[in-house]
């Protein structure tokens, strides 16, 4: 799971065009999460997506990795982060 929170769109066009290959990053509203969540829990009550649903808050996405392993998700996120300005209305 990741917090996309003031993420700039080219930023993220980055990191998904670095995956791409590699892992799958899925982002959506919210409602349709929690939905898909709820139902996945219905069929396979064991699986604790009850806790994930309850963890789904803010601008949040999926990263799936298909051909690699997290710790190389981990440095390419990485790669990517960017200091920026506070804007008004934002917390320290």
């Known amino acids: 799971i990741i917090c996309a929170d003031f993420v700039a769109s080219t ?3 980055d990191i998904r065009m670095e995956l ?3 892992a799958v990053v899925l982002m959506g509203k919210n409602t349709m999460i929690r939905k898909a969540l709820e139902m996945g829990h219905a069929i396979h ?3 604790g997506m009850d806790v994930l649903r309850s963890n789904i808050r803010g601008n949040i ?3 799936f990795a298909t ?3 997290l710790d190389d998700i981990r440095e390419i996120l990485g790669k ?3 200091d ?3 804007k ?3 917390m320290a």
């Open 61 to 63: 996405g999926f990263i």
């Open 84 to 86: 920026s300005a506070a």
């Open 67 to 69: 051909n690699c392993q």
């Open 45 to 47: 009550p064991d699986a």
């Open 11 to 13: 930023q993220m066009q």
């Open 80 to 82: 990517h982060v960017r």
């Open 20 to 22: 791409r290959g590699k």
């Open 88 to 90: 008004s209305g934002q």
